[in-house]
């Protein structure tokens, strides 16, 4: 199984993510968590990402389809993958059809209001990067992550002015892979307003159609 999940900052890829990975043992390659961890880390590659990302803009496609590259080559990548977070643009999907043959891809949608709420609202573990959220995902203890115990935190890139360019990044340069993929006969949609576990059964029947 190879998978992508595409939709807007906010739109649930990241927690629907989780639940997917868990239950059919895929790898979860997060191109957002491992730039941040790059950061983190201070490496060479973290310095070049990081005002990009500070500002809510993409980080170049030549950074992003390396690191994808080398994290393909891991061997948890054998049983399958989730890409979450990438592709975001065009080149980067034609550079993923040379590397690897793409099963399915889903698109995460709903409205723009709701992006902004749950944005405003996300916590992320600074450990594990598992998403929860004050109204309508909260950790069983204030401030503490459910599943490792890691130290809570709001995101640098979640101010208002830099979501709202995600937003228009988004708009600009990864909108346009829904018919990139749609024209391959890949694509299926998902509204994300219901509850994660709604959201997940009816990715479920799609992954097991
Ligand atoms: P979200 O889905 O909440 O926007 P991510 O963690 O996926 O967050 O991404 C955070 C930031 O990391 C993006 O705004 C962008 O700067 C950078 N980034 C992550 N993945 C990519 C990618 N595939 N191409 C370019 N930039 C990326
Ligand atoms: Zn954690």
Redesign the pocket.
Known sequence: MKLIFLGQ??AG??TIAEMVVEKYGVAHI????I?REAIKNETEMGQKAKD??DK????PDEV?IGIVEDRLKEPDCEKGFLF??????IP?AEALDKITEISKVIELTCSEETVLDRLATRWTCKECSAIFNVKTKPPKEEGKCDSCGGVLYQRE?QKPETVKE?LVEYKNKTAPLTDYYDQKGLLSRVGTESTPQEIFSEVVSILDA
């Not at 997060?30 to 968590?33: A, H, K, P, Q, V």
């Not at 809510?56 to 980080?59: F, T």
């Open positions: 900052p906010g890829k990241g997060s191109t957002g968590d730039l990009f990302m809510g803009e993409l980080v992003v979450d977070g990438f592709p975001r643009t980067q890139d995600r």
